[in-house]
Nanobody, 123 residues
Framework: QVQLVESGGGSVQAGGSLTLSCAAS????????MGWFRQAPGKARERVAT???????RYADSVKGRFTFSRDNAKNTLYLQMNSLKPEDTAMYYC?????????????????WGQGTQVTVSS
């Protein structure tokens, strides 16, 4: 059974940093497309940082230069280092294990998702 468990969320002041983790189990971690998404109250879920193909990661424009996505296949863990946090980064953050087709990754509601970890940034 595939499980994704996020941790590391919390409350910080603007300009602060947090590192989110996503521990995966139940599947071959290294062979899956992985990514981070977030959803703020009243807004649609949005992509934060995702693997889009072998060796290629896409970041949302709003987080480029501030967030860093990484994965440790030996530990079956995904990370999101978040620096220079802004109030608009406040959201529930989710990790996802997506599918692939033709060498490209995709993420849908039918793929695997964690329960989320809350990040709150105050001004």
């Amino acid at each position: 059974q595939v499980q994704l468990v996020e941790s590391g969320g919390g409350s910080v002041q603007a300009g602060g940093s947090l590192t989110l983790s996503c521990a995966a189990s139940g599947y071959t971690f290294s062979s899956y497309c992985m990514g981070w998404f977030r959803q703020a109250p009243g807004k649609a879920r949005e992509r934060v940082a995702t693997i889009i193909s072998d060796g290629s990661t896409r970041y949302a424009d709003s987080v480029k230069g501030r967030f860093t996505f990484s994965r440790d296949n030996a530990k079956n863990t995904l990370y999101l280092q978040m620096n220079s946090l802004k109030p608009e980064d406040t959201a529930m953050y989710y990790c996802a294990a997506g599918g692939s087709s033709g060498g490209f990754c995709y993420y849908t509601a039918a793929n695997y998702w964690g329960q989320g970890t809350q990040v709150t940034v105050s001004s």
